[in-house]
């Protein structure tokens, strides 16, 4: 029997810093109303269209935390087991996390920033071990191993981190025929979808994940990817693809 599966990836509404053009990444900030409103007309949208969910899975940040109990409250769906993991986490900026966008061009140049920001195997500059942006300051990662948390991360590590989470409490639950959920970041869904996909490092920067549109991706009964959809009328869709591509209107 082909069985296929049909999973949801929601990258979390507008955060207060998308909407100012900052670099954010692990920097624990809230959804603006722009946000809520995505994330309330996201949990519309999946309950027109029929969705329903056993389990969800989130970072450990409070944007995606957020944007799951908002649809959680238009399905009323509260009850589902919600899993947090830190692997979920966005991309780790490093020493460019806080800095606006405008600004990190003018300090290092709009192409260097755009490598930083865009490319799949580079870097930003890392922070010392004594900033204290670094996750071991923050209590959320104490049960985590120092050489563990990242002081910055290419896409390439945002995946490898990301990966394991995927393989070992994602990809169990769809082969149970649970009905799974993810709320996470633009980076950790990408990295999701680069493996799904199986797209190149050329093809993956190429792919916008815009905020608060539900991603509907069916698998076959081995996990193969067969297609996807957002949940979005094309002239929405690309409107947020635009707004996604050059965030607090910066063009890097």
């Known amino acids: 029997m082909n069985t296929r599966f049909k999973i949801v990836l929601l990258r979390h509404g507008e955060s207060a810093w998308n909407n100012l053009g900052r670099f954010c990444g692990w920097k624990d900030v809230s959804l603006t109303p722009v946000g809520e409103a995505e994330a309330k007309e996201a949990g519309i949208k999946l309950l027109k269209e029929g969705f329903k969910f056993d389990i969800a899975f989130t970072s450990v940040l409070q944007r995606a935390i957020k944007t799951f109990n908002i649809v959680a409250e238009e399905m009323e769906c509260h009850h589902i087991p919600i899993v947090k993991s830190w692997r979920l986490n966005e991309k780790h900026y490093g ?28 870097r930003p500059p890392l922070l010392e071990l004594d900033d204290p942006r670094h996750p071991r300051f923050d209590p959320r990662y104490r049960h985590i191993q120092p050489d563990q948390l990242p002081r910055g991360e290419s896409l390439q590590d945002n995946m490898e981190r990301t990966l394991p989470f995927w393989f070992d409490e994602i990809c169990p639950r769809i082969l149970a025929g649970q009905k799974v959920l993810i709320v996470g970041h633009g980076n950790s869904l990408r990295s999701i979808l680069k493996h799904v996909r199986k797209l190149t490092p050329e093809q993956i920067l190429q792919l916008e994940v815009p905020n608060g549109l539900p991603l509907v991706v069916q698998l076959d009964n081995n996990l193969n990817y067969i297609g996807s959809h957002f949940l979005a009328e094309e002239q929405e869709l690309e409107k947020k693809i635009r707004k996604a591509k050059h965030p607090g209107g910066v063009k890097l």
């Open 95 to 122: 020493a460019l996390e806080g800095l606006f966008k405008k600004e990190a061009a003018e300090t290092f140049g709009s192409e260097q920033v755009k490598i930083w920001r865009r490319s799949y195997d580079i």
